[in-house]
């Protein structure tokens, strides 16, 4: 019986020396440790502002690319052409067009305005629209049988825009409308070449054909539109 006794004092003993000495042993690292407020806890890894981490989260800007303007139209009239040589220049440029961005079209220098109804699907339509402009008074009409202007109706041949203009009103008047006025080359007029290209070597090079024609003309001029 004493010595159960002694045992239980001697167990005492040793829990109350440890609760005592607890205070003076090293604490872990994890235990010193400000605890962490809960309450403070920042969301910013999961949501973050682009403006507060610019280095982070910006992209650098890439650069855009700029428009790169259309290269402008040069064009050159090359006059004073007999008809003979008018026809040897015009299957040189027919060669050159084949070999360089180059483009020409013939332009006469003396010009009528022809007044015409367009071209109709068929003769027997363009014949029926004849009669049409008939019984409505239009008269000094007739249907053009061939050609690029097959099948359209001309209403005649003017000097320049104001008189083709009249004819215009006139026929408008007796209730005609969709006609359209043309330029037409007047009979036996001479022409010139108007040359058109984005490449000045290639305008340039023109130079060197036209020594063969010294009584001709190169000029630089504004491109049509």
């Known amino acids: 019986m004493k010595k159960l006794v002694w045992i ?14 607890s205070g003076y042993w090293p604490q872990a690292a994890s ?11 920042s969301l910013r890894s999961q949501s973050v502002s682009p403006a507060s981490t610019p280095q982070e989260n910006q992209r650098p800007a890439v650069p855009t690319a700029t428009s790169i303007p259309a290269t402008e139209a040069l064009c050159l009239e090359w006059r004073g052409l007999n008809q003979e040589e008018f026809a ?7 060669g050159l067009v084949g070999e360089q961005v180059m483009s020409f079209t013939e332009v006469p ?59 215009v009103r006139e026929v408008e008047a007796k209730g005609v409308f969709g006609t359209r006025v043309e330029s037409m080359p007047r009979q036996g007029t001479d022409f010139y070449f108007m040359i058109r290209s984005e490449d000045p070597d290639a305008l340039k090079s023109l130079g060197d054909i036209r020594q ?3 009584n001709s003309q190169q000029s630089r001029v504004a491109c049509p539109s």
């Open 8 to 21: 239980l004092l001697l167990a005492n003993l040793l829990v109350a020396a440890y609760f005592l000495g």
């Open 31 to 41: 235990e010193k440790v400000t605890p962490m407020n809960v309450d403070r806890l």
């Open 88 to 94: 040897r220049v015009r299957e040189q440029l027919k």
């Open 109 to 167: 220098l003396n010009t009528r305005r022809w007044v015409i109804f367009p071209p109709l699907p068929s003769a027997q339509s363009a014949a029926a629209k004849l009669s049409e402009l008939a019984a409505a008074g239009v008269k000094d009409a007739f249907v053009v049988k061939n050609g690029a202007w097959q099948n359209a109706i001309s209403l005649g041949l003017y000097a320049n825009d104001e008189a083709a203009g009249r004819r």
């Open 212 to 214: 063969a024609y010294p």
